[in-house]
């Protein structure tokens, strides 16, 4: 799924790819030819960051696509795959899990709150 943010600072989803499976090519695909097909030059030149989770098949696509399609973005992988799902790998007993968590809890809004637009920058 796609995510965009419109002149009033909404959030929409300008479209959806169907996913044959999550090898390599399917990837490379999305990146080299749907998006730039469906969105064109001119749109895809004005994408400024891309998120994406840890998978290294999506992340590597966007990255041998970046030069040629989106010259002006930045790549970035996504705080919920980075940091939740990093320590659900830790395998953490249920005593030390409680204080962790608290403490990601208050990290992780911490961190949203950056990446929220409108949420540290404002008018005001």
């Not at 996913?19 to 994408?47: D, K, Q, T």
């Not at 409108?118 to 008018?123: A, H, K, P, W």
Request: positive net charge.
């Amino acid at each position: 799924m796609s995510l965009g943010i419109d002149g009033n600072m909404k959030s929409f989803s300008p479209f959806r790819v169907f996913m044959p499976s999550r090898c390599a090519w399917v990837y490379n695909w999305i990146f080299g030819h749907v998006m730039p097909n469906l969105l064109g030059e001119e749109v895809c030149n004005r994408i400024q960051i891309v998120l994406t989770d840890g998978e290294p098949q999506m992340y590597r696509a966007f990255d041998q696509n970046k030069r040629m399609h989106y010259k002006n973005s930045i790549h970035q992988l996504c705080m919920y795959h980075l940091v939740l799902k990093g320590l659900e790998r830790c395998n953490l007993q249920s005593q030390q899990l409680l204080p962790v968590m608290n403490f990601m809890t208050t990290f992780k809004e911490t961190v949203y709150s950056w990446m929220t637009v409108g949420s540290i920058e404002n008018e005001k």
